[in-house]
């Protein structure tokens, strides 16, 4: 099965503080993505990465950097973290070589709250 | 650009009673259509996935969805809810066209499904 983890599921940081979410997926994914989920809002995608180094924007990047530097890892970094940021952030994983290859595979997620 | 509308963000039904969570899409290419389900603080789960074939295509836990093309949806049912579907659903739609961005999926808002004892 795969496996996709997330550092943290809970966590609790200050305005202005520089947060760094990880992901792990241990299945050689190509394709990594980061999703923030709010209520009646759904997953919006933050950034995504095809590849080690690369990555493009998603929908809502402002705010948000990303770093893959290695196939299994994609970290979500907050420069400064504010109050709006508080949400769900979902990693997921997929791969063009899987039996589907548009099939995405998720973290637990982190709650992450900005005070 | 592919677009997914989930119709009812919060859908209530009694135990045992049919469950019906609606799911329409826009794509302008034969898409790849997917159903996630969500248990409260936890990731999301494949339940079915819809890519080439048949149309009814049968998931976990008793669940089903049919593609219908002329309809541009793929609604999921369940014939009995059972307490432990409480939970909440999205569709999820790629198509398979090429291109820089083939492989991401746009998300619907979510159904909220609430069972009743």
């Known amino acids: 099965d795969v496996k996709v983890t997330q550092s943290s599921r809970y966590l609790v940081k200050r305005t202005g503080e520089k947060v760094f979410l990880e992901c792990v997926q241990d299945?050689?994914?190509?394709?990594m993505f980061w999703y923030r989920q709010d209520p009646g809002l759904g997953l919006r995608l933050i950034y995504f990465?095809?590849?080690?180094?690369?990555?493009e924007k998603g929908d809502i990047p402002e705010g948000y950097s990303v770093s893959r530097e290695k196939k299994e890892r994609f970290s979500l970094i907050l420069e400064s973290a504010s109050t709006n940021q508080t949400s769900m952030y979902l990693c997921a994983s997929s791969s063009l070589f899987q039996a589907t290859p548009y099939e995405q595979y998720f973290g637990p997620g982190t709650r992450l709250t900005v005070t | 650009a592919q677009s997914v509308t989930q119709l009812g963000s919060h859908v209530s039904v009694s135990e045992g009673a049919l469950v019906l969570l609606r799911c329409n899409y826009s794509?302008?290419?034969?898409?790849?259509l997917f159903w996630y389900v969500q248990y409260p603080n936890q990731g999301l789960q494949l339940l079915l996935k819809?890519?080439?074939?048949?149309?009814l295509v049968k998931g976990i836990n008793g669940f089903e969805a049919e593609f219908k093309k002329s309809e541009t949806s793929f609604h999921l049912t369940k014939p009995s809810a059972h307490m432990s579907d409480a939970a909440e659903y999205f569709c999820?739609?790629?198509?398979?066209?090429?291109?820089?961005?083939?492989?991401?999926?746009?998300f619907g808002k979510g159904t909220l499904l609430t069972v009743n004892p």
């Open positions: 819809y890519t080439t074939g048949a149309t």
């Open positions: 999820a739609v790629r198509a398979p066209n090429s291109g820089g961005s083939n492989y991401k999926l746009t």
């Open positions: 990465s095809y590849d080690v180094k690369m990555k």
């Open positions: 794509s302008s290419v034969p898409p790849y």
């Open positions: 299945m050689d994914h190509e394709n």
